[in-house]
């Protein structure tokens, strides 16, 4: 039971890791897509904003929309899609079939992490549950830190469209293996009314904890976007110092993942011993 628990956190990560270099790995080839479709580098940088518009909007929506289908299904069929939309990227002839291929895989990325993180929330032991999904979390660090710098020589050195080959059969493995090796009979719980949902916005604790999210991301995305154009037409930074640049970013936010994860976990453990104490006088 634990080694398939194991290999089950093995999967969602790699998952994430999957989709945090789809959703990353632009940022790395921005000059190299500005120069084969010959297009500014802020039209290349639209395609990271509308991406995460489409992601933040249709998440709900689809979240909302999926009912008591079993989430095993629904992680298929959206696998499906995002391999699609990969596979739709590598072959891109013109700007307008890169733009909606990154639309299709928007699509597909937000609920796929939703689904994710409900699974494992399933999956681990309580004791065990917030270190599982801040290793699923991780998997976007990880992309970050290894995926990136990696995708962005293969770039700077091959072609672009090879790393999005690599994440196109990487998400047709992961979809067979999520067949055999997640449960089949998970759905998800609640209203689905999207007004009724809506509703836990008038907590403010919800809001407090949305907004440190949203503000912590503006502020970083906004320079990690432009980061590359940055360091090497501004700084002028070679493509080699750029790649350890992108590397010690990600292993940064790999590093903090795993701190945080173990720090819920002290937390939980702490007030356990607190429930323990107080129920035992």
Not at 21 to 50: E, K, P, W
Not at 155 to 177: E, G, K
Not at 200 to 216: A, E, H, M, S
Not at 261 to 279: E, P, Q, T
Request: hydrophobic share 55%.
């Amino acid at each position: 039971m634990k080694k398939k628990i194991n290999l089950q956190c093995i999967l969602l990560t790699f998952l994430t890791f999957t989709m945090g270099l789809s959703q990353f790995i632009i940022i790395g080839i921005m000059n190299n897509l500005s120069t084969d479709f010959r297009v500014s580098i802020a039209n290349i940088g639209a395609l990271v904003t509308i991406f995460a518009i489409v992601y933040a909007v249709a998440t709900p929506i689809i979240n909302l929309s999926i009912g008591s289908i079993a989430l095993h299904k629904v992680m298929l069929f959206l696998l499906l899609i995002f391999s699609f939309g990969n596979l739709l990227t590598a072959i891109a002839s013109n700007f307008n079939v890169l733009l909606m291929s990154r639309i299709i895989t928007a699509l597909s990325s937000g609920p796929l992490m939703s689904t994710a993180i409900t699974f494992a929330a399933v999956i681990a032991p309580q004791r065990k549950r917030a270190w599982l999904i801040s290793w699923v979390f991780s998997g976007f660090s990880i992309a970050s830190v290894f995926g990136v710098p990696l995708g962005t020589w293969i770039s700077d050195n091959l072609n672009w469209r090879l790393t999005f080959w690599t994440i196109f059969f990487a998400s047709v493995f992961i979809t067979i293996v999520v067949f055999y090796l997640l449960p089949h009979n998970l759905t998800q719980n609640g209203t689905h009314n999207i007004f009724k949902q809506l509703a836990i916005l008038k907590d403010k604790r919800i809001i407090w904890g949305i907004l440190v999210p949203v503000f912590n991301f503006s502020a970083i995305y906004i320079i990690y976007t432009y980061l590359k154009p940055i360091l090497i037409k501004e700084l002028s930074f070679s493509h080699n110092n750029v790649i350890i640049v992108l590397f010690l970013y990600g292993l940064c936010g790999l590093v903090s993942n795993q701190v945080s994860g173990r720090i819920a976990n002290m937390k939980w453990k702490s007030n356990l011993k607190k429930v323990f104490y107080s129920s035992s006088y």
